[in-house]
């Protein structure tokens, strides 16, 4: 078994959003093509990484994103795909749900004007309208998100409360992952309007857990985020990042060894599988996460 259990796919760095806190990649004029984007699949298949993250920028804006989802589950890769959920269809679910395992979907706020304030307006809208689509795919796992910043960090117990109702009425594992908005960004970022501290990430969450949701929530510090992440940019470099560096390994096309690749850097092996430890389909009861779900990055 190789060093790394999930790679994230940075298929484009196009995206309909904007959000100040974004560390994806940014401004890649040309992503790579169809081609090497199946040669990149194979590459992680061969590596034995298990799952594949299609992430970007947004990967619904790529126009070959379904024929990569199909390709990945032909190969025996595990699949999600992170998207802002503004560009979801039911023409896209209807052609790819059988290919995909799970749903990475964007939620800052628990109303159109607390979310407006890192997304574009509209953007809440689109999240409702996407998880009454996918509540029609109940064979989907979904994963909502939410970045705290301190424009947010009243609001998370809302959010909360909003997918937990959403869970219960659906067939759908639903699990829902808080992150400590951390800070690093591709481009320039006044972190201390954004990041919230330790002291006050915790008091957060420990508000939330008070209030016994249904739904599995996972709550992820800059501690337990640093340094797990193993990304393919799109132009197909191999990159992790650490603190709030980006240090590229190089082509991951060229790279004829992936563990050793990662000795080199300062990846964090152990905590990323105990990060992606237990994910996999099992039988549950509706809005439920099975026993050890963690989540894909």
């Known amino acids: ?78 699949v999600a795909l992170s998207t802002t959920g503004d560009k979801l269809t039911e023409e896209f679910l209807a052609a790819t749900a059988g ?37 029609r795919y109940p064979k989907v796992d979904v994963k909502l998100c939410t970045p705290v910043t301190r424009k947010n960090i009243d609001d998370v117990v809302n959010i909360a409360a909003l997918i937990d109702r959403w869970a219960r009425g659906v067939g759908n594992c639903v699990f829902y992952n808080v992150f400590q908005t951390f800070p690093r960004s591709m ?53 992790v990042p650490s603190g709030p560096d980006y240090r590229n390994l190089g082509r991951f096309l060229d790279i004829s060894d992936l563990d050793a690749a990662l000795e080199r850097s300062d990846f964090a092996a152990f905590r990323h599988f105990a990060h992606s430890l237990g994910w996999g389909k099992r039988p549950t009861g509706p809005g439920l996460v099975p026993t050890l779900r963690s989540h894909l990055s």
């Open 99 to 135: 290919a995909i395992d799970l749903i990475s979907l964007p939620l800052d706020g628990s109303t159109e004007e607390i979310n407006a304030q890192t997304k574009k307006p509209g953007h809440f809208a689109a999240i409702m309208g996407a998880l009454a689509l996918l509540g």
């Open 1 to 78: 078994m190789g060093k790394v259990a999930t790679m994230d796919f940075h298929v484009t760095s196009e995206c309909s959003q904007e959000c100040p806190y974004c560390w994806g990649p940014q401004d890649f004029e040309t992503a790579v093509d169809t081609a090497t984007a199946l040669s990149i699949l194979q590459k992680m298949r061969d590596s034995e990484v298990r799952r594949v993250v299609f992430t970007g920028g947004d990967p619904l804006q790529r126009a070959d994103i379904a024929e990569l989802i199909r390709a990945a589950r032909d190969m025996g890769l595990e």
């Open 187 to 239: 481009t320039p970022c006044r972190w201390d309007e954004w990041v919230v501290s330790d002291a006050e990430f915790e008091r957060m969450a420990a508000n939330i857990r008070a209030h016994g949701f249904r739904i599995q929530i996972n709550f992820l510090t800059h501690a337990m985020l640093d340094r797990i992440y193993v990304m393919v940019f799109p132009d197909g470099s191999l990159v």
